[in-house]
């Protein structure tokens, strides 16, 4: 079994609008029957609107637990505000004090210092996460209730019965839609993984955070492959992608170029190689699968690539700390 | 006044707007002698593309974590019973930091009871001000591999907190969790740029949820406005939210920006408009 996240540091570079197109793929792929799709973007979870999901399952997520206090038996002595480092604690007008659930980060510092014992810790219920069927194989998605802490622990949650299930009906194949950024669940998406697939754009922004999202797959020691959307939209900039990519021994596997078929697939909910297969993005988006497939097939292949090609660049990719 | 950019999808175009905004604003009026707009995006900070600044003033970025003195320690284990975020660990007769896990809530330090623990720094980010185009520029960094993006974010804050020049402009990265709500915090007012698509309005009602979660009033500006329907209008009108600004699609627009340049730069009758604007939110 193989794992392979999108990612791509910079928000809104076609991350979904290619997981889709990928699915898709995979689905009338042999080789990759009966593989499972993730949407690992808990905040923004879109990857459903486009694979046509029909829920089979819901299970509630717990986050982090939230202090509770008991102002029967509270002495309103303050210790408890005194300990808290997240503010979380308030003196509310009424002569109480009161836990700001949006900014307590669940340390129980308040729970062990309260000399009455009037503090609990309770659970919290953060999210979702849901098992639907999908047009294209088994999809495990999720969503975090808005204003809500602890995105890495559900993504992590999502992927292990993910890969669970994928163990179970001994699928080839886990597709991640990962969210955007570097941190936690980010991370969290790329744990566990073979291979990141990093869409970005020829955009000054998209190259930029490109960097930051290559040299963070890097830092955990996995292989980077990139994927520049709208490549013609400015052919300069996809250039200097291009050229980091050669410098950073990283292999650019996509070109996908601006097509008005893909926002106009997203709107009709249907990934872009199916709503028109024969177009410029859709033709571009079945050649990447392709590509993918064959150094997915052979999982040896991917680490040499990744090796070889670092091994040939000259500049060593940067190890951070 | 503080006004925070957000969005829940990404790339719906926080940046143009925080950028535009500021532009526009700064030395319009006296109280806007100098806006500051903060990069609250730390995990992808993408302003200073456009604005361009020299960073005058950089400072780390620390975090507290725990040391344990070894030889005070006695192993009992007290202080990886106390964490919440598994950040100790007792292993192979002796406690082990793991110091990406921390939170810095210090409940180790208070039950040690041996007083063996104390709190050192570990930079996980950098800080860096500037000044560009009569605006000044601060923004967050979090090191390559680190998890956390809310404590650089907040020390952002704190650290540009007494901003002189009256107006500060928050920059917020995509999404609606922990980063989103440390960036919106304090802010009197939330602009919500979103794009009209099925993504973009799923995502900006969840971005709305936690706006009014949060009891910040709010307004919308559509991003590439053309490019989709009219569900996001309709969804506004719905929710008596004001659509304060439409940002039309539009490749010249689009090529602009990917060469690092900024929408006023490119359609400077938006000056105007943000400025507009800007009465509007007052009011």
């Known amino acids: ?321 | 006044m503080r006004i925070a950019v957000a969005s829940g999808k990404g790339g719906t175009g926080k940046t143009t707007v925080a950028v535009g905004l500021a532009l526009s604003l700064a030395g319009s009026r006296k109280e806007w002698e100098r806006p500051l707009l903060l990069d609250c995006d730390v995990e992808a900070p993408d302003a200073h593309l456009f604005l361009r600044p020299e960073f005058e003033e950089t400072v780390p970025a620390p975090v507290q974590v725990p040391r344990i003195d070894m030889e005070r320690c006695i192993v009992c284990g007290d202080c990886a019973a106390v964490c919440r975020f598994n950040a100790l660990a007792v292993l192979g007769g002796q406690v082990v930091v793991l110091p990406e896990l921390c939170h810095s809530c210090g409940s180790c330090v208070h039950h040690c009871p041996p007083r063996a623990i104390t709190e050192i720094p570990r930079t996980i980010g950098t800080l860096e001000a500037g000044r560009s185009n009569g605006i000044s520029l601060a923004r967050g960094i979090l090191n390559v591999g680190e998890a956390m993006a809310v404590p650089v974010i907040s020390q952002l804050k704190r650290w540009k907190e007494n901003h002189p020049g009256g107006l500060t402009i928050l920059d917020a990265p995509p999404g609606t969790s922990c980063p989103v709500v440390e960036t919106l915090g304090g802010a009197d007012y939330v602009l919500l740029v979103t794009e009209p698509t099925p993504f973009g309005l799923h995502d900006l009602r969840l971005a709305v949820e936690m706006v009014r979660e949060m009891k910040i009033p709010m307004g919308v500006i559509i991003n590439r406005d053309g490019i989709g329907d009219e569900a996001v209008e309709a969804f506004c009108e719905a929710e008596g939210l004001p659509v304060l600004l439409r940002i039309p699609f539009d490749r010249e627009i689009a090529e602009g920006l990917a060469r690092g340049r900024t929408l006023l730069e490119v359609r400077p009758e938006f000056r105007d408009m943000f400025r507009r604007m800007m009465e509007r939110i007052e009011a």
């Open chain 1, 1 to 321: 079994m193989k794992e392979l996240v999108v990612l791509s540091g910079k928000g809104g570079t076609g991350k979904t609008a290619v997981t889709a197109a990928l699915a898709h793929q995979v689905a009338s792929d042999e080789a990759f029957a009966g593989s499972v799709i993730v949407d690992a973007d808990v905040d923004a979870a879109n990857l459903e609107l486009v694979v046509g999901a029909a829920r089979m399952e819901t299970h509630e997520f717990q986050g982090s637990e939230v202090a509770f206090i008991d102002t029967e038996s509270c002495l309103v002595c303050g210790i408890c505000q005194e300990f808290c480092r997240f503010e979380a604690i308030a003196f509310s007008p009424d002569g109480r004090f009161q836990v700001e659930p949006m900014a307590c980060e669940g340390c129980a510092a308040c729970f062990y210092q309260c000399p009455t014992e009037s503090i609990r810790m309770i659970p919290r219920m953060a999210g979702q996460w849901f098992v639907s069927e999908s047009r294209f194989g088994l999809l495990l998605h999720a969503r975090l209730r808005p204003a809500q802490e602890n995105s890495g622990k559900l993504v992590a949650q999502v992927k292990d019965e993910a890969r669970r299930r994928a163990k179970e009906c001994e699928s080839p194949l886990v597709l991640v839609d990962g969210p955007p950024g570097i941190a936690c669940p980010a991370i969290a998406a790329l744990s566990g993984a073979d291979l990141a697939l990093i869409v970005t754009e020829p955009t000054v922004a998209g190259l930029h955070d490109l960097q930051r999202a290559e040299e963070m797959v890097t830092h955990f020691q996995l292989p980077s492959l990139v994927c520049i959307n709208k490549a013609d939209i400015n052919p300069e900039g996809a250039e200097q992608i291009e050229a980091r990519c050669r410098t950073r021994g990283v292999p650019v596997v996509g070109r996908i170029p601006f097509d008005s078929s893909v926002p106009a697939a997203m709107a009709e909910g249907k990934p872009v190689t199916e709503y028109h297969r024969d177009g410029d993005a859709g033709r571009a988006l079945s050649n990447l699968w392709r590509h993918l497939a064959d150094i997915l097939a052979n999982g040896r292949e991917t680490r040499s690539l990744a090796t070889l090609s670092f091994g040939n660049s000259k500049e060593e990719p940067t190890v951070v700390r």
